[in-house]
């Protein structure tokens, strides 16, 4: 019987340890009183991965070694940061991801636009449509992704590492 009981405190032990360790990578930040929030000091290194240029959308080897990344300070809603201005068709639209923000959002465009996200931040971004349209895989900091928007719609997208990071692209004739 001493023996069962010994198996089973070992046994939550274990699981209230591998409880602790996932809480604590999964900790949320919390805001001051401004509504900023105070980002952790250490850092996360992530291995190297492939990146989409944005100089004929060719797959390239990002780095040759590990790149260490901030983890995202929390947002609590998207930001819009300015009145879309509409760009001609065939013409270029740059889209800046700094300070864990997407600039301009929304931004409105004409059908046949190739929209280029650059990623300025220290951390990796994804550009991922919430319909599935587009993709980019991780972006590290002075990396881009380019997709042509070839429909007319609204199309919003998101950071798949921060998922508080959210954008929307409005495709007009």
Known sequence: MKKMLVIIIAIIVVILIGLGVWFWNVTVEIGTADGTTNPPSDEISFPPVLQRTDAGGEIVPAATSATKVSPAPAQK???ITSAASIIPQDARADITIAKFVFTP???????GTTV???NKDDAMHTVSSDSGLF?????IKGNSYSFTFEKTGTFPYTCGFHLGMQGVVEVIE
């Open 77 to 79: 809603t998207p930001a």
């Open 105 to 111: 959002s929304p931004l409105t465009i004409r059908k």
């Open 116 to 118: 280029v996200w650059t």
């Open 135 to 139: 993709s980019s895989g991780s972006i």
